[in-house]
């Protein structure tokens, strides 16, 4: 929100300078990135490697405790991050969904043969 402010005027009652304050945008700029949430989207971006290439979906797990850490830190403390742990939740709650039907399908087409 910009807001101009008259600093003086002259004789005639013309303005002579202003003062252009920038408020709302200094607050959100000055708090930090919540860790927890740099740390859960990090081990999500591991999670998805592990998964296509050694096959470990249960980092997932970890990733959706430490994205759900750091939505809980990140409301009590006012930090930004707040797209990185939804992000990591999404991932991790991803993996999950598709290890779990992975499972569920071999349990039934092995019981089957």
């Given amino acids: 929100m910009r807001e101009d402010r008259l600093v003086g005027t002259d004789k005639w009652g013309e303005n002579m300078s202003t003062e252009i304050v920038q408020t ?29 290439f050694a096959g470990m979906a249960v980092i997932a797990i970890f990733v959706v405790g430490a994205g759900h850490v750091a939505l809980n830190q990140i409301q009590q403390r006012g930090e930004r991050g707040r797209p990185f742990a939804i992000g990591a939740l999404v991932v991790g709650y991803g993996i999950g969904l598709l290890s779990l039907a992975s499972a569920l399908i071999f349990a039934f087409t092995s019981a089957i043969h």
């Fill in 24 to 52: 709302g945008q200094a607050e959100a700029s000055v708090q930090p990135i919540n860790r927890q949430a740099i740390v859960a989207a990090a081990m999500a971006v591991l999670a998805l490697v592990g998964l296509f």
